[in-house]
């Protein structure tokens, strides 16, 4: 207890006492401070370059993921709110050592972490805990705790007062130790979620250009209306702005958690309620009239406090769905519940209060005009406007799908009715995506704005991502689209109808995580961001930062992150919107093979009403019998005009109504294909007939062809003679590229990118 004592002393005889600390721990004696061994906190003691020390045990169960320090209770008396923690560590592997400690708010308030930098070195960090209350309030009495896999410490110093000591800044830290990578040319490449003291550095050395922050309107005004509390993100703005960084505020109005308590608790809340059960959710209603005040509001507020600070990059609009998407809800849980506690969630249809069922009478008005012939399109028997309804509540909305899906799969009304439903459904996020991105233009003219968006466009989801793209590109705007993984041909799948109406339309768009990745993961995804022509790339920093082989990965293949303004991509595969709403699935394992042959942008039926087609020589049709005659007959003229089309995996197409009225624009009399004015279509039956029928087209279009075969290995032609290659075989291979009257065949490096110059 000598340093108990030494505490009272200085308390009594003033601060000259305080430049020492209250408190030692090292693994040969605990000094007013020792460590605690809980289930998920188990260590031993080490020998770890060439120092004694306590190091996290390895493969435990449960995993021990923290280090627990408890304080004698007579240092804990003394102490004030502000304390120093003073660590000598090991430098291994690379990662963020985070810092949880009391506080009378909270036994596992967060502090800035510290970052391991991989140096294989003992270091020493100074650590602030700052509004502390240390009453040992954490597993087994403990008062703070630090969180790294493996973590290895061999001395902690505990002070009442900063000590004078010359302990270099994790940022010091890192411009001496840490390699730097070069910002992606023309590219934002954003990091989340938010950031500190220390890994603001870490993050700038890597080439990210800025942080992305949930910026909600619970986080500024959650105490009472007009209450604004903009701490928080003041904290975040000034940590940017000394790091040399830029931040995207992605800007959440409309999930649970996003709105304050007091809000709900108001007459202005119209939660979503389900179709499938009439139950209310804590998500507020797309169609509540009371709520584009509040978001005008938001946003105006936000604008004055942050739109001339010089640090916003780009914002993003998290305007519905669980986690901000331009979806409805789908799931929740976790975090979600923390503001508003739990509530009723699940993916479904999120429609069934008076708004949006007055919402949906209008659109049917609009189509049909009266209710007879609502009745006659959809075989119903509403005797009014007033009494036109959705397809089903509850059990009468499965019996419906179930008789879409399965007993009246070909009944022209049953689909009709289905179809506009969903096509309302759709429509009405849509317009809620324009009216808020033209809202937010209105406080933010000069800054990028990004639609958030998500998922796989579902029926449930309701969501058209070119429809999407076409009202952001009203407003000079882009869309983000959050939906990948650690595979490249499922991430180009799922990622490529945004790209494709992005550049259809003019509207700029980035990628986005779904969750955790891999380090094939990381690099796959540079790859999608590049050789589609998007202009940012969003990762959350675990993905790259927790563990040394990710942060090689990332260091390795950021030189390959950079704008293609033009990408080449003669090709088109026909997105069958209308089939998938009658019956979803089977589409995006056709489209991942084709992927591995030829590279090609989405074509849906509103993307060709919209003249989608006039950039595309040769138009590929795996998936979706079921066409609207118009849009075949759309399909037909273009291939008058020169077109070639390909089928494969359909063996009759037909209408909506079940007629042969699109097979016969399509093909006439002769299945198997045709010429038609200029152009011609063919039917071919397996993968290889399908992969030498490209080949064939794009020879005689005078078209470039890269490796048209199934092998894993993925081309796109960025410029004229330029292509970008991704392996994702472990071993190198050999390429086959045919361009400008050349055949060459390079060898491209397995697992990594390569670019070939056709010279």
Not at 327 to 335: H, M, R
Request: overall charge negative; hydrophobic content about 40%.
């Amino acid at each position: 207890m000598r340093l108990g004592v030494v505490v009272m002393l200085a308390f009594l005889f003033g601060s000259a006492c305080r430049a020492e600390p209250v408190a030692v721990y090292t693994p040969d004696k605990a000094d007013g401070l020792d460590i605690v061994t809980v289930a998920d906190g188990q260590w031993e003691y080490k020998m770890v370059g060439g120092r004694k020390c306590v190091r996290l045990k390895q493969d435990t169960q449960p995993a021990s993921l923290y280090m627990y320090f408890r304080m004698d209770p007579a240092i804990r008396s003394v102490l004030g709110s502000d304390v120093w923690l003073a660590i000598d560590f090991y430098d291994s592997p690379v990662g963020i050592v985070g810092t949880h400690f009391n506080t009378d708010a909270n036994p596992y308030a967060a502090a800035p972490g510290f970052l391991l930098l991989d140096t294989k070195k003992w270091e020493r960090t100074l650590v602030h805990l700052s509004n502390a209350k240390l009453a040992g309030l954490q597993n087994d009495g403990a008062d703070f705790r630090f969180m790294y896999p493996g973590l290895a410490i061999s001395r902690i110093e505990v002070y009442d007062s900063k000590p004078d000591l010359k302990i270099p800044s994790d940022k010091e830290r890192v411009m001496s130790n840490s390699s730097h990578s070069p910002r992606p040319k023309g590219m934002f490449y954003t990091f989340g979620n938010d950031a500190d003291e220390s890994s603001a550095a870490l993050y700038r050395s890597l080439g990210v250009t800025s942080i992305e922050s949930y910026v909600t309107w619970e986080t500024c005004e959650r105490d009472g209306e007009g209450k604004w509390d903009w701490t928080q993100w003041d904290k975040q703005v000034q940590i940017l702005k000394d790091n040399d960084l830029k931040w995207v505020p992605f800007i959440i109005l409309g999930p649970a958690y996003s709105t304050p308590n007091w809000f709900r608790a108001s007459k202005d809340h119209v939660p979503c309620r389900c179709l499938e059960h009439e139950i209310d959710s804590k998500v507020e209603s797309r169609w509540n009239p009371n709520l584009p005040k509040y978001i005008d509001r938001f946003l105006s507020e936000f604008a004055k406090r942050y739109g001339k600070s010089g640090v916003i990059e780009s914002v993003l609009l998290g305007i519905q769905g669980d986690f901000g998407e331009a979806i409805y809800s789908v799931t929740g849980g976790g975090w979600t519940f923390n503001v508003p506690g739990e509530y009723h969630n699940h993916a479904g249809y999120w429609c069934a209060d008076k708004y949006a069922l007055e919402s949906f009478r209008k659109y049917a008005e609009a189509k049909y005009g009266s209710a007879d012939a609502i009745n006659k399109a959809w075989g119903t028997s509403f005797t009014s406007i007033a009494k036109v309804d959705f397809p089903g509540h509850q059990d009468d909305l499965t019996a419906f799908e179930a008789r879409l899906a399965k007993d009246d799969a070909g009944n022209p009304q049953v689909r009709r009715r289905w179809l506009d439903f969903i096509d309302w459904y759709r429509a009405e996020m849509t317009d809620w995506s324009d009216w808020w991105i033209e809202t937010t233009h209105k406080y933010f003219p000069k800054t990028p704005i990004y639609l958030c968006t998500g998922g796989d466009a579902e029926p449930r989801h309701g969501s058209n991502f070119a429809e999407q793209c076409r009202v952001a590109a009203k407003h000079d705007a882009g869309v983000r689209i959050t939906n990948e993984a650690s595979n490249y041909a499922n991430n180009f799948v799922i990622t490529r109808w945004v790209a494709s109406a992005g550049k259809q339309y003019g509207a700029y768009y980035g990628f986005e995580p779904a969750g955790a990745e891999d380090e094939k993961g990381i690099v796959a995804r540079i790859y999608n961001a590049t050789a589609s022509g998007a202009n940012q790339l969003h990762d959350y920093n675990p993905n790259v930062v927790t563990s040394q082989s990710r942060l090689d990965a990332q260091r390795a293949n950021i030189k390959w992150l950079y704008h293609v303004p033009k990408p080449i991509v003669p090709v088109a595969l026909w997105y069958p919107n209308v089939d998938m709403t009658l019956k979803w699935g089977g589409y995006f394992g056709q489209a991942m093979m084709l992927r591995d042959l030829v590279d090609y942008d989405y074509v849906d039926e509103t993307m060709l009403r919209n003249g989608g087609m006039a950039t595309h020589k040769l138009l590929v049709i795996l998936h979706g019998a079921v066409m609207e005659k118009d849009d075949a007959n759309l399909l037909a003229e273009w291939i008058r005009q020169g077109g070639r089309a390909i089928v494969m995996g359909v063996d009759k197409f037909e209408s909506v109504e079940g007629t042969s009225e699109p097979e016969t624009l399509l093909f006439g009399d002769t299945p198997a294909g045709r010429s038609l004015g200029k152009g011609e279509i063919a039917r071919v039956r397996n993968e290889d007939e399908l992969a030498s029928r490209i080949t064939r087209d794009l020879r005689e279009l005078g078209l470039s062809i890269a490796n048209v075969r199934k092998d894993g290995i993925f081309a796109t032609e960025t410029e004229p003679g330029k292509f970008l290659f991704l392996n994702t075989g472990p071993a190198s291979a050999k390429v086959k590229i045919e361009c400008e009257g050349k055949t060459i065949e390079p060898r491209v490096a397995g697992g990594a990118i390569t670019e070939v110059t056709a010279d």
